[in-house]
């Protein structure tokens, strides 16, 4: 069967007695708190809830079956047996629950991917950590996204062809992060928080800047987001553990049209204008349109002239056709966008023709790659990828993305198609 473990981590539960007499179980009472679970209880069965955006469901009756119980937010309490017992018989349920794990925006099968689940965090796209020999990590801890873009290059969202999500145990994030910020020999690196969707779906997101700011080289912390999940409260949680700049996606102003591009009819741009508002006093904010052609040209002038207002910064991006993406229109050609960009900086007076240098972004020392394209390499299956005839393999501290196994288990022989930057692909041998 394909790998689908459940962190084994003695702290997330941690049962205590609340009341109990010598030599009787009819007073006895059990109260199991957890740190990552919440509990929402339905006509027959209760919805448990991981990290925020996730969930599985138990049936009542097998609840039942611990004892008489009551789910209150993070905890569970059950009536006339010991917290011992209560807890191991519900660890039972919650390792066999925790197989049907789904995310709850885009309702597809999950997988955690933790310290002990023998899944590396280096050489897949999707999730974990991509270096690409520059002073910029990219961190990925969780797939998944709230809207539904009609131009977006992965194919993510409410419609998404994709039928697998990841998402990963912040502390395993964080002890490969250090790992590969000591090899790097770099003391600016940036960790740039950027998704296969959206990284507000992670529960512990402050916790994961947080953890990633007290790294000595770590000296900017950058998110990409569309915005809809934060609010202020959010904004100060993120500022105050450390984040330093937030890339938030706006693509019109006109509120029909970014609807429209969003592919989501209860987008709020003025959500979304408010936050940009809040967070610019806050951190650096940088607002990131995709110019999707003659769709939302028009609406370019009116994003940098309300940045400008503001005090935010603009980074244009150019919309770009992709095989397994959404592609609304023709890409426009990069001379035909760069002079767009030169005219529009001319016409506002404003920066929009951006370089690595107002980022600071240096080369670093590469990471070695185990294998290179054409290489034989014996790798092990761990589960499904995210799209259909996809496998997720592992050889050598890498995850491979393989295509054409139809085995569920074992090992198999794959031919690697491309190596760049430590991103592996393959075909079966």
């Known amino acids: ?6 962190q084994e981590n003695p702290e997330a539960i941690r049962p205590k007695t609340i009341y109990k007499e010598a030599g009787s179980h009819d007073n006895m009472k059990a109260q199991l708190m957890f740190n990552d679970l919440t509990f929402e209880p339905k006509e027959q069965l209760v ?4 990290l925020k955006s996730f969930f599985f469901d138990v049936p009542i009756s097998e609840l039942k079956e611990i004892g008489p ?3 209150n937010g993070n905890s569970l309490s059950f009536e006339n047996v010991s917290d011992s017992k209560a807890g191991q018989k519900f660890r039972f349920l919650l390792e066999r629950h925790f197989m049907d794990l789904k995310n709850i925006y885009t309702k597809k099968a999950a997988v ?9 965090l280096i050489g897949s796209q999707s999730f974990g950590l991509i270096d690409r020999n520059t002073s910029i990590i990219e961190v990925r801890p969780v797939t998944g996204c709230n809207l539904n873009c009609v131009y977006c290059s992965v194919d993510e969202g409410l419609s998404t062809k994709k039928v697998l999500d990841f998402i990963v145990e912040k502390d395993y994030l964080v002890q490969e992060f250090k790992k590969l910020a000591e090899y790097k020999d770099c003391d600016h690196i940036e960790a740039h928080i950027g998704t ?3 990284p507000t779906l992670y529960g512990p997101l402050v916790e994961l800047v947080r953890d990633l700011k007290a790294i000595p080289q770590v000296k900017e912390i950058a998110m990409d987001t569309n915005g809809m999940l934060l609010d202020e409260k959010f904004v100060d949680d993120l500022a105050e553990a450390g984040m330093t700049r937030i890339n938030l996606s706006i693509n019109a102003l006109n509120p029909l049209l970014a609807k429209r591009i969003a592919g989501y009819g209860k987008y709020d741009v003025e959500h979304a204008k408010k936050i940009a508002s809040y967070a610019a006093k806050k951190m650096t904010l940088l607002i990131a349109p995709v110019l999707v052609g003659s769709m939302n040209r028009d609406e370019m002038k009116k994003i940098v002239l309300f940045a400008k207002e503001i005090g935010a910064k603009v980074g244009i991006q150019n919309f770009l056709n992709y095989k397994f993406g959404r592609n609304p229109v023709k890409q426009m050609e990069w001379d035909d966008f760069y002079k767009f960009l030169t005219q529009l900086q001319e016409e506002t007076k404003f920066k929009l023709l951006l370089t690595k240098e107002d980022f600071n972004i240096t080369y670093t020392k590469k990471v070695p790659k185990p294998f290179k394209k054409g290489d034989l390499v014996e790798a092990e299956i761990v589960c499904p990828g995210r799209l259909p005839g996809e496998t997720l393999c592992k050889a050598q501290d890498r995850c491979i993305i393989v295509m054409g196994n139809r085995k569920e288990e074992g ?16 075909h079966l041998a």
């Open 47 to 50: 919805r448990i809830k991981f």
């Open 69 to 71: 119980f009551e789910a």
């Open 112 to 120: 955690y991917v933790h310290r002990n689940s023998g899944i590396p």
């Open 1 to 6: 069967m394909f790998l689908m473990l459940l």
């Open 196 to 198: 296969q969707g959206d």
């Open 411 to 426: 090992k198999i022989r794959v031919r690697i198609d491309r190596s760049k930057h430590n991103i592996f692909k393959g």
